[in-house]
C-alpha cells in the first residue's frame, strides 16, 4: 500500500472572501469550474465529470474561511484523505489568497499541482479576475 502525501498551493486572488466562498461550498459555484455537474444530499456532494462520478462527504464548512470535504471511496485507507479550501485575508493589506490542501502520491505529486493549478485558473475566469 502506498500512502498519499499532503500538499498545499496558494493562489492570490482579486476577489472578495464572500464570492469566493461561494464557487468553494455550493454545487451551483462547483460546477462552473471544479466539476462539469454537481449535486448535493445533505452532506454528501456528488461531482461528475463526463463518464465519471466521485462522491465527498462535506466535513466542515465556515462562511467565508474554509470548506473540507472527504472523498467517499469503497478502501478504508482512503479515509484519511481530504481536500479543503482555506480563504486568508491579510489584515493589512486586505489581499485575499486561497489555500488548497490535498493529497496525491508521491509520483503524481507535481501532477496533481498542475491540475489545482489549471482549476483554479479556471475559477479566476469564472470570476473575471487575474
Known amino acids: 500500500m502506498s500512502s498519499k502525501k499532503s500538499f498545499t498551493v496558494e493562489y492570490d486572488f482579486q476577489a472578495s472572501p464572500q464570492l469566493l466562498f461561494q464557487y468553494l461550498s455550493t454545487p451551483s459555484g462547483l460546477s462552473e ?5 454537481v449535486n448535493s444530499r445533505g452532506e ?12 465527498a462527504l462535506l466535513l466542515q464548512k465556515k462562511n467565508n474561511d474554509k470548506v473540507k470535504f472527504q472523498w467517499q471511496n469503497e ?10 479550501f482555506r480563504i486568508q485575508v491579510d489584515e493589512i493589506t486586505k489581499d485575499v489568497s486561497l489555500i488548497v490542501t490535498d493529497f496525491a502520491e508521491e509520483d ?20 473575471g479576475v487575474s
Open 108 to 127: 503524481e505529486l507535481e501532477e496533481s499541482k498542475m491540475l489545482w493549478d489549471n482549476l483554479i485558473s479556471d475559477l479566476k475566469q469564472v470570476l
Open 33 to 37: 469550474w471544479f466539476a462539469d455537474n
Open 75 to 84: 478502501e478504508d485507507e482512503e479515509e484519511d484523505y481530504y481536500f479543503e
Open 44 to 55: 454528501l456532494f456528488t461531482f461528475i465529470w463526463d463518464d465519471s462520478e466521485e462522491s
